[in-house]
């Protein structure tokens, strides 16, 4: 009887399910667990989650005297030689040639040392990797090897190509999925099946399956509409759940407008800057509601640049000045402490009753103790920091206002977990995403909207030039005369590290990590180079952003961590290479990077090749962005050439929320289904209690996955 329970419960063990960590997945161990979890892979369902951004399929094979062009290319060859191994910029090279009695190509394997036994002289197999053409000489990266067997199997196939991170690669986590798949049938279906038939929509199990190993494209699409429908039906339903309750609900912290506005005085009093029209108005906006006696719901969308720091906080001074707390989140530990340190400066020097903290994930344990005692206590009356303050159990003595930067997470549980039980906050969202209009009260139709459309007046309009790479020399002197005249510089590449990414063209394209290198060795020594990317550790991320913003170091090369929000105002020289790879919406957030200050500032769009050759496409891309400074027009023109069809291209709305789905290219979808989803809300039904399993487990899964995902 004993044995027999146990045997069942050991047998339980091994079944896997949605919820369990990814340890659990065969051949994924403790160690090879990091790599997922630093993509935000958590657990099974994490990992159903995690969609392809892409899918190739091999090319038949071709004979090597036949390979004239760039591209990918299979071919049956043989190893010729034992494989030399050396290291190069930090990474390990095994370097081999292999021949068809045609014609013979160089193969380099990219940190894969444990690839050396297998590389045998003399073995024949299929090779199927990206050529690129050096002289007359053919070179291969990252090569699959393939028996006959296998290649005959995945010929003409599709195969999924995820988005990598270091240590992360497509195989490990094709072979990850192939594994989970079966799980697929325990996501549990909460459309109705009235509407998955009229809406035409693929059930989810299916929809996840073929998302990962699709047929064909059609499949590819089927299961992506199932997916994006699903993702605008959750966001809007738990908005429409959010709002239900008492339309507006009473507040207990209410700010006098008279306290709120001579507490705003003193700090606005002693700005260097007069404030733009709009910014009082949603300042003034933001005091009437503070005095309502209801919870504030606002969003302030204004673009880059247009002053939603100081706004934010002027709301934050009115709730400190009436004795409360408030708190700031931001999305990143750069730009969390960058709002702690410009907080700290304007109290002090403005003599304003802040007492500020922060409080980030790489803040130490002793330490963050200390803190969550003082803003348990009161001592501490306004908190800035990343999601890790809500993660944290902070217990707030009297939160009464709570402002996400650039950010669009409303979750009702996160909402909950900082404002403590029953004394529901005032709430403040600040975005720099275009949204039209029409679509923004779709999204957000129980927020108040303020809109910052107006520009700090004294600011020089950017300028703007898109050149290709025979230029560069040229950009660098450019570079260094503002540079001697006092100001800085980013540049932005598109990838971390060279070869990280073992399906797609990335020869050729800039990388933080040996452009730092090289310009280090091509700028004289006093023009001091720093690099800056996501898998920096978060305390290396925030010196490196201290230095440039203290003008320590000139030139900061970074990917895009800098795109959000980052405030450097004497940065005037914004250069990106390979600007093609970029959204044009995420261009226009760098270029929003300087301009911050009162010196003529400068974007540089570097588009890829050396050889004066820009495709013309790339070109009248790229042209929008110097012809206008307007984030709504450009969403709108990149939308209007990308057409809808183009799902796979860069994506543009950058709403953290959507992972598959994009308010532009799919806004007719979302307007189809906010009806479906107010019926849905509306009636006490089956529908509605499987709605709601189903947003708190996609919350939970939200909340699981933004852990890691904190810059
Ligand atoms: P964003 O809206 O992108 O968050 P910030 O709040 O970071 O913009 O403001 C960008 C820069 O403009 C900051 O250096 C800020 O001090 C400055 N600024 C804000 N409002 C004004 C204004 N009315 N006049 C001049 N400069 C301003
Ligand atoms: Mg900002």
Known sequence: MKICRFLSSAFEDLKMNLKDDITKIRGIGEKSAEAFYAAGIYTVNGLLHYFPRNYSSMPEAVKIKDITKEGRRTVYGKIMNTPAMFGRGGRTILSFLISDGTGRIKVNLFNMPYMRKSIQPGRQCYFSGLCTLKGTEILMSQPKFLTEEQYEESCGRLSPVYPLRKDLTNTKLQKALK?????CTEIKEYLPSEILAGEDLLPIPQAI??????????DVYAARKRLAFDEFFLFLARMELLKQGPEKRESLYVCAEECSKSAAEQLLSKLPYELTGAQKRTILEIQKDLASGYCMNRLVQGDVGSGKTVVAFAAAL????AGSQAALMAPTEVLAAQHYKD?????????LPFKPALLTGSVKASEKRQIKEKIAAGE???????QALIQEDVEAKDLALIITDEQHRFGVRQRMDLAGKGREPHVLVMSATPIPRTLGLILYGDLDVSLIDELPAKRLPIKNTVVDGSYRTKLYQFILKRISEGRQAYIICPMVESGEDECEATEGLANVVDYSEELRKKFPPEVTVDMLHGRMKPAEKNEVM????????????STTVVEV???VPNATVMMVENAERFGLAQLHQLRGRVGRGEWQSYCIFVSGGEDGEMSKRTQERLHILSETNDGFKIAEEDLKQRGPGDFFGLRQSGLPYFKIADIYTDADLLKRVKPIVQKICREDSESLRNLRAALIEKEEMDYIDFHGICL
Do not use: W
């Not at 399956?209 to 059609?218: D, I, L, S």
């Not at 907080?343 to 003599?351: L, R």
């Not at 201290?546 to 090369?557: D, I, Q």
């Open 546 to 557: 201290r230095r440039f913003a203290c003008g320590e170091t000139k030139v900061l090369v």
């Open 343 to 351: 907080i700290c400066k304007m109290s002090a020097d403005y003599d």
């Open 318 to 321: 009115a709730v400190v000045a």
């Open 565 to 567: 929000g980052v405030n």
């Open 209 to 218: 399956r073929q998302m990962h190993f699709p047929e064909n494209m059609e």
């Open 380 to 386: 501490i009356n306004f908190m800035i920091g990343t």
């Open 179 to 183: 594994e989970v798949l079966p799980l």
